[in-house]
């Protein structure tokens, strides 16, 4: 009979007894997020960089953020904003482009900037494509056999875009918990191939590695911070700055942007990224 008891007393105290264990706690998910308002639009971190070169090629191309809309939401139904060398019949790409309808060769599409290059050729063709229905838009360009298949990414991609644009500054920020070491050479080079002559780059090789980024526009502006905050699972990137606001990464908390210990004085339109 005591031992009766012994064993039901070992039950009721749980931890004592290690019968029983606290769940394990998830950590969050990886991804960047865009906010504005109340509304939030999140990507994981291979979608983010690519949803970025979206954005960036439009911004070299003088596009506006409803170009980027369409080509995110055109991405989105064709391959999840992946590049995968996969699809229907000859399809790949983020794009799902066809080199035998002659979008161009299998190692052109597979490059994320070739073929948003030539999404974009196509899209600015399409009579009315500033004003007209989104899915019927991208539906012109792409001539998919699910013709009505863009308009649910549509709001989603609306949201994306003007963040990543720079329409609406500061709304863009990712949770990347163990960022790779600082790589000055990758984020040149991906910026520099985005961008073209739409930013200056000017390296300050070190530990940490430090670029600033020149532009024209506020706008502009916004876009190459959040290029450089998708580019923090790519290159390293751990703090980006711009007028007069500051963001870092935070390892497991999804960070925002917030003014600056010490602002610099604004004299031009530099984005300052900080690598490592």
Request: glycine share 10%.
């Amino acid at each position: 009979m005591r031992r009766l008891v012994v064993l039901v007393l070992c039950g009721m105290v749980l931890s004592g007894c290690g019968l029983f264990r606290p769940a394990p706690v998830t950590p969050p998910r990886q991804r960047c997020v865009a906010t504005i308002g109340t509304e939030t639009a999140s990507l994981d971190l291979e979608q983010s960089r690519n949803a970025s070169i979206i954005a960036g090629v439009a911004t070299q191309r003088g596009l506006s953020p409803r170009a980027v809309s369409i080509a995110l939401a055109t991405a989105f139904q064709e391959s999840d904003i992946r590049n995968i060398d996969y699809g229907d019949r000859d399809s790949i790409g983020l794009f799902q482009q066809r080199p035998s309808q002659g979008w161009g060769t299998v190692q052109q599409i597979m490059d994320p900037h070739y073929s948003t290059g030539k999404f974009y050729d196509a899209l600015v063709k399409v009579k009315g494509w500033e004003t007209g229905d989104i899915n019927d838009v991208a539906q012109a360009v792409q001539r998919s056999g699910v013709p009505d298949g863009y308009r649910k990414h549509v709001e989603r991609a609306k949201l994306l875009a003007s963040a990543l644009s720079g329409e609406t500054p500061a709304a863009w920020s990712c949770l990347v918990r163990e960022p790779p070491s600082g790589d000055l050479a990758t984020f040149q080079t991906m910026l520099t191939k985005t961008y073209g002559k739409a930013a200056t780059f000017t390296p300050q090789p070190g530990t940490p590695a430090v670029a600033s980024v020149v532009v024209t526009t506020d706008a502009a502006a916004w876009s190459v911070a959040a290029f450089a905050q998708s580019w923090t699972s790519g290159a390293g990137v751990t703090t980006v700055s711009y007028n007069g606001m500051v963001w870092s990464v935070k390892g497991d908390a999804l960070a925002g942007w917030a003014a600056a210990p010490t602002p610099a004085p604004v004299t031009t339109r530099t984005v300052t990224v900080q690598l490592g």
